[in-house]
């Protein structure tokens, strides 16, 4: 395939990045009390009624959802209620009640059950505002936006490693709620993996799980989480709580965003060759010609700031660098990292763009400075931090986003 030009129009490089240690008006997840205040008064799973929502997006974000949730026990009936949201205080709108679609109690749990509710037939670019009933008892009444079919402008936040560091990781859940408050075309959140550190111990999704809903903002916003699975991440939990995304044993899958963005989420924990190899090359044949932002995201960097390379330099890389892949999204290392732009493994202005490491909570690691691909114009620090990316018809808009909001790194692309 010919090369492309790819230039990079705006660049910053950051070091080290201190801790924040005063809270102002517009960060007080920076406030010790204010935090710990936030952690205690999340849903408990106990009696008969849902806590732990979230929302889940695969493969067709533009019609359809999957709501979930949990319950302190199997309970009898479980269904989620949802309407559109209509502006004006006369509108008439219909509420339409989904039962449950997948149920059943969380592996090595003490009685806990998993709620899912598939929504399809959505509407794309529309705010559905909907609540979860389990047993007689609600949930507040929460919203979410599907993705449009259209090429108007949106935003999605990344990140991932949100593992070990809890009081961190409720830190930038609540940032996230504020950006998501603030933002209008804010719509969905891609985690990297190692949600927790040990896939098979429920108690630590559990509070994964509590935690997440402080990601809930104050007028009840959602940010659908587009799952990716990590290292940390292995054993039946991550499919009983993300329903099996890209099928059991697999989960890898595309997302159609809009018309003219896709990611597509690679699993690094199975095999990168044979068949997901060969499902990869079909998948970014096929959606190269119809995008303008073609984007990837699994957990094992191939470009790393700190570990040596997982498989997907081997097996992924050239089909990136074949298919014009724009920006490539990576976890697992704990620090934050954009790579100059790689093609054939030396920095060539039409090569593709690696970014990440991992920064939801998780402590932060010193990046190797001195590895090429992370030198000027690339960059490499440390610091808690969630990614922004804009997905614009000129441009595409990065930044990494610390506790205290300030910018950590920026970086403008250009459609191929």
């Given at each position: 395939m010919t090369k492309q030009l790819f230039p990079i129009l705006l660049l910053s490089v950051l070091i080290d990045f201190p801790s924040a240690v005063?809270?102002?008006?517009?960060?007080?997840?920076?406030?010790k009390e204010h935090v710990e205040k936030r952690m205690d008064g999340l849903t408990e799973v106990s009696g008969k009624g849902p806590s732990q929502w979230r929302i889940i997006w695969t493969k067709d974000p533009a019609t359809s959802a999957t709501v979930s949730w949990t319950t302190a026990s199997k309970g009898k009936k479980h269904h989620v209620s949802y309407q559109m949201n209509v502006p004006g205080k006369d509108a008439k709108t219909q509420s339409v009640v989904v039962e449950s679609h997948?149920?059943?109690?969380?592996?090595?749990a003490e009685g806990e059950h998993f709620h899912h509710v598939r929504l399809t037939g959505?509407?794309?670019s529309t705010t559905y505002r909907f609540v979860i009933t389990s047993d007689g008892q609600s949930s507040p009444s929460m919203h979410f936006t599907t993705a449009p079919s259209d090429d108007r402008e949106f935003h999605l936040l990344f990140g991932g490693d949100s593992r070990s560091g809890h009081f961190a990781r409720a830190q930038v859940n609540l940032l996230m709620a504020a950006l998501a408050e603030e933002d209008k075309d804010l719509i969905a959140f891609a985690h990297g993996g190692d949600y927790i550190g040990s896939g098979k111990s429920w108690s630590q999704w559990s509070r994964w799980l509590s935690q997440h809903e402080l990601t809930v903002t104050a007028s009840g916003k959602a940010l659908p989480i587009i799952p990716t699975r990590g290292n940390h991440d292995g054993g039946p939990l991550y499919?009983?709580?993300?329903?099996?995304?890209?099928?059991?044993?697999?989960?890898?899958?595309?997302?159609?965003?809009s018309p003219q963005v896709a990611l597509v989420t690679l699993n690094s924990e199975i095999s990168a060759g044979g068949s997901q190899q060969a499902w990869l090359g079909k998948t970014l044949q096929s959606l190269r010609p119809e995008v303008r932002w073609l984007l990837a995201e699994y957990h094992r960097p191939a470009w790393p700031a700190v570990k040596k390379p997982g498989a997907a330099k081997k097996f992924w890389v050239p089909l990136f660098e074949q298919f014009n892949v724009d920006l490539v999204v990576e976890s697992d290392g704990h620090v934050i990292k954009r790579t100059v732009p790689i093609r054939n493994e030396k920095q060539d202005p039409s090569g593709v763009v690696y970014v990440g490491e991992g920064g939801l909570g998780v402590s932060q690691r010193r990046p190797d400075r001195n590895r090429w691909f992370l030198k000027a114009p690339g960059m490499a620090g440390a610091g808690h931090h969630v990614m922004r990316v804009s997905f614009g018809k000129k441009e595409l808009d990065y930044e990494a986003i610390l506790l205290?909001?300030?910018?950590?790194?920026?970086?403008q692309l250009r459609p191929r």
């Open positions: 005063s809270a102002e008006t517009k960060t007080p997840w920076l406030d997948r149920d059943g109690p969380y592996s090595g959505l509407k794309p499919d009983e709580i993300f329903d099996s995304p890209g099928s059991s044993g697999k989960n890898y899958f595309s997302t159609k965003l205290d909001r300030k910018v950590a790194d920026r970086t």
